[in-house]
């Protein structure tokens, strides 16, 4: 048979969670209780009030033909009147704001969108894979902006040659942050909107764990920076703070003509999400949120019983403020997936290596909070009995 795939897919790293997964598998089949603290997908239910929204919509025929190409009004009317009553930013639902099948396929596609062969991308190191990924898959050239926990995990422009920043056409931010649960004030964006205007970059901020946040902590949108829209966009998701991982409905808000050149790219691609699940997620954003106050509050309590436990051992985490994750020093003498395959070998945990996440994760490991606390109290057990 004649070698059909392309370079681009055979040079492709393999997707972690997915090769994670094999591992997971091969594991159970041996008969191995694994605990997996490496998926970043929220084990909660979607709350009831969503999915009745979506059988009730899925009964009307009207909704099983195309959603408009840029996504169905209500909804992005939804996400603009979130957007205003949240952050108290102004959008327009027509130009402003355009549905996702969720943000990961919204950040491939912006950097197809935006991103020529050879083109210079920042990402933040240690940061989602994806958008490494998308770099890749673009032919672009990914240069990695480092974050570490000397300075918070904010971003060191400086750390940046002059040729990387003038090179540089696209930036990713996150925050709170996947995987570092580093979290900021405004003033860290309106840094970012400062140099990214400076130096003709545009700045793309995924908030996919906007809402997961502790106690009175509120976190910032980028658009909150006066100006913003003229050089920023953000992505935003159901998929964490809902637990609508499956479902599959994002949306990307700010500059409209950046808006509208992923909308030109998408409609080529995807036509737009089923008309009932917009609909229900357009009755999520619309809700007072409470349940992801509730829902923040169990990932609270599960990651200051971990931190704690973690500290006793005598680890040293992070202590977030928000998101799913904990981001944990690796004990001395040991790498990132050094520790990790220990972990998953010896203790049948499975944690996520720093280093999936760039470089820059080397000496850390990420913990996702994503089982009950009974199990948190198994995964103690088991790291006692390590330690110990
Ligand atoms: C989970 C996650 C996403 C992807 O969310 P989807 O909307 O489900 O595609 C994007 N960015 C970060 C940082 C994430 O952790």
Redesign the pocket.
Known sequence: MNDFVSDVVKNMPAYLFSELNRKKKALQEKGVDVIDLGI?APDLPTPEFIYDVLVKEAKHPANHRYSPYSGNQEFKEAVASFYKKHYGVELDSNTEVLTLV????G?VNLIQAVINPGDTVLIPDPG?P?YRMGVHLAGGDAVSLPLDKQNSYVPQYDALTKSEREAAKLLFL?YPS?PTAATVELSTFTEAVDFAAKNNILLAH?A?YDLITFDTYKSPSVLQVPNAKDIAIEFG?L??SYNM?GWRI?YVVGNKEIIQALATLKSNIDTSQFLPIQLAAAAALQSDHRTVRENSAIFKKRMEKLYNALAEMGMTAYKPKGTIFLWVDVPDGFTSAGFADKLLDELGIIVTPGTAFGPGGEGHFRISLSVSEERLDEVIKRMKNLAG
């Open positions: 970043g969720g943000t990961k396929e950040i989602y994806v996150n996947n995924d996919a998701t998929s964490k991982t994002g």
